[in-house]
């Protein structure tokens, strides 16, 4: 509040001092210096006119008259962030406002003017991968300027993929009523699917197998050998994932020297843009479809894949390097006295 105040008499000695300096000049003139509208800054010269210094500050304002002053907003403020009640693990409108005898709805206003939601939490994770920097510009650098005759390829499993079919059917939606599921489910076996998004195209090479060990990685690359052209390098965006650096497939890749290896940071699965379609598979086919065998779930899968390569969406990668490590590091500048 006090600073609110504070902005408005700088903003107001602004126009005035402008209006000052500029040598007869019109409102006009000043107002586009300033990049204002004119009448806001004949209000203002108008006011430093009749009362000087005292025309910058706030005049009377119509409306009911503040109930909280600043030391009672500042108490509030500390509180919340600094404090917890006795009972819980964090503040509500209605403790809070009991603590401070105060109304509700005053703290539910101060909270929203301040950004304060503590009934709110977020998850963060950062990654602590020793070359974390360098993997971030060699697969962004990739994603950004993949190179010439190869195929740039993001690599990963989706593992334990289950077979799930009601105890009841399914009731259909209907005006001003939801598709309706019984919460109880049975259980018909898992399945794991590998699948490799190239990048350019928005293809997706899948194989759908019961376990995911490293032959079954293998496998996989073998599909994906027989799938590219031989004239192409093939470049693999890939997590860290056990599997994917056992004794046997690092054998394998030596043997198939076209197959370059790029290993996102640990922690970091946001960087494989595999990901981004994994989430499509199971928002749009895996969470509301009910299977009554491992068979029908795989059919399924392949179904989908089918329909997606027959209108493949590539996904675009925007940010640069710098601009993900910048984000990272502002971010890690916000929380580093947050007591972690």
Known sequence: ??????????????????????????????????????????????????????????????GRPRTIDDDKIKDLITSTLETTPKN????????????????????????????????????????????????????????????????????????????????????????????????????????????ALDIASGKVIGSLHSRHRAQEFIAFLRKIDAQVPDDLDVHLVMDNASTHKTPAVKRWLLAHPRFVIHFTPTSSSWMNLVERWFAELTTKKLQRSTHTSVQQLNKDIRAWIETWNDNPRPYVWVKTADQILDSIAHYCARIKDSGH
């Not at 040598?23 to 000087?52: I, K, M, P």
């Not at 993997?135 to 799930?164: F, S």
Request: net charge positive; with cysteine.
């Open 1 to 62: 509040m006090v600073a609110a105040t504070q902005d408005r008499c700088r903003f107001g000695g602004t126009v005035a001092n402008h209006s000052r300096c500029a040598d007869g000049g019109s409102n006009t003139e000043v107002a586009q210096r300033l990049g204002l509208n004119r009448g806001t800054v004949r209000r203002w010269r108008d006011r430093f006119v009749e009362d000087r210094c005292d025309g910058l500050l706030d005049e009377p304002r119509p």
């Open 88 to 195: 819980a693990t964090h503040w509500s409108t209605r403790s809070m406002a009991e603590h401070l005898d105060i109304s509700q709805s005053t703290v539910s206003r101060v909270w929203r003017a301040f950004g304060l939601a503590p009934h709110k939490q977020d998850s963060w994770k950062l990654s602590k991968d020793p070359v974390f920097t360098e993997k971030v510009r060699d697969v962004v650098g990739l994603y950004m300027n993949p190179p010439e005759r190869a195929l740039v390829l993001c690599v990963d499993e989706k593992t334990q993929i289950q077979a799930l079919d009601r105890t009841q059917p399914i009731f259909p939606m209907l005006p001003a009523t939801p598709q309706r599921a019984s919460h109880d489910y049975v259980r018909n076996g898992t399945s794991s699917l590998y699948a």
